[in-house]
């Protein structure tokens, strides 16, 4: 097969938080589903198919940048879904990305109501949502039962299945938490593969469901975008001595943990203490650069080298990410991110200092 050939899209479905469909979780801009009928999408349609067929051609596509710029540093969800998929069979998805809804505890300042329920309390409150805003809870439910059956359909096509669990926060959806207890009801734990993409915030009800022993494998990726205080800023509504406990206990009872950190001009200044905490665990970190919204994206900022050490970057591989600040820079972006963090200071409160210094 030639290279960068990705087998993603043949042998994983990925689901919206509103029930649609997408090619793939780290593209951008990204190819979205009209409609809610699975066949429909995995079968027919045209951009799915055209998506598919770039991926043979030996040329890195255009929209996959998260993938290309991860690998610079070694890996990425386009390698590690091809070390454990090394034959492509598109008749039926082996592997589920599944956002279930927007419901979420945290306000983490990358995030979007489209993903979290407290940003669009936040939003709604301060008269920040659009008109035509619709929560998307109650469509993903409405297509649920039907895209349950079609998961299960999965089961008939192959050994082992894995399902990735998104949210929002999925250890705090009751759709989550429901749907593992069915899997074990099911008999399906044990041909699963289970992945949980969680803020580390903890539900104890997920976790009583994660004995390595039922599962085929049991594998939790935790987001940490700083450490301490300045971790409590950026993923807003969240306790660090949560997270911090949270993580000691997926690293005892899953096969495997990582840390995930999403790069942007918020957090470049606390990649080498992440580093360092993620090092202390014996844990692996993976980095992942944010390129949406703009305003927040490195390569777009506007606003000026920032003041490092360089050499702290380089002792753990992330350099690469300080040569990206501003290489295809965007004009305002830095004033429009300052804008943005200040419309909600009166509900998350006022810009740290440390953070004021890169803003102004």
């Known amino acids: 097969m030639n290279q960068p050939f990705c087998t993603v899209p043949f042998v994983r479905a990925f689901v919206l938080p509103d029930?649609?469909?997408?090619?793939c979780c780290a593209t951008e801009p990204q190819i979205e589903s009209t409609h809610?009928?699975?066949d429909l999408w995995w079968n027919q349609d045209q951009r799915l198919q055209q998506f598919r067929n770039a991926m043979q051609t030996g040329i890195w596509h255009s929209a996959c940048d998260h993938c290309r710029l991860q690998e610079v540093n070694g890996t990425s969800f386009r390698t590690a879904v091809n070390q454990a998929n090394p034959t492509v069979n598109a008749r039926h998805p082996r592997?589920?990305?599944i956002m279930f809804g927007n419901t979420c505890n945290l306000s983490c300042w990358t995030c979007s109501e489209k993903f979290s329920s407290t940003i669009e309390s936040h939003k709604r409150t301060l008269k920040l949502l659009d008109a035509d805003w619709i929560n998307p809870n109650q469509m993903f439910e409405e297509a649920w039962p039907a895209l349950?059956?079609?998961?299960?359909r999965s089961y008939d096509h192959h050994d082992e299945v894995t399902i990735n669990v998104l949210g929002g926060e999925p250890t705090y959806n009751t759709t989550v938490v429901e749907f593992i207890e069915w899997l074990l009801v099911q008999g399906l734990a044990s041909r699963?593969?289970?992945?949980i993409t969680t803020n580390g915030t903890k539900n104890h009800r997920v976790m009583n469901h994660l004995n390595s022993q039922q599962w085929r494998y049991i594998y939790v990726a935790v987001s940490v975008d700083a450490v301490g205080d300045r971790a409590e800023w950026i993923r807003y509504?969240?306790?660090w001595s949560d997270v911090d406990t949270s993580i000691d206990y997926y690293a005892k009872n899953a096969n495997y943990v990582e840390l995930h950190t999403t790069v942007s001009v918020l957090n470049l200044q606390d990649l080498p203490e992440v580093a360092r905490y993620a090092q202390n665990k014996n844990l692996k970190l993976v980095t992942i650069p944010l390129l949406q919204p703009s305003y927040m994206s490195l390569m777009s900022w506007d606003g000026g080298k920032f003041d490092i050490d360089h050499l702290?970057?380089?002792k753990y591989n992330l350099d690469h990410y300080i040569d990206l600040v501003g290489s295809k820079p965007v004009m305002g972006a830095a004033q429009r991110l300052k804008e943005y963090l200040e419309l909600f200071q009166p509900i998350r409160g006022p810009i740290p200092i440390d953070q004021k210094v890169k803003l102004v």
């Open 192 to 195: 699963t593969r289970l992945e």
């Open 148 to 152: 349950r059956q079609q998961i299960k």
């Open 19 to 23: 029930g649609r469909y997408r090619e």
């Open 312 to 314: 702290d970057y380089k």
């Open 237 to 239: 509504g969240s306790r």
């Open 95 to 97: 592997e589920w990305s």
């Open 36 to 38: 809610r009928n699975f």
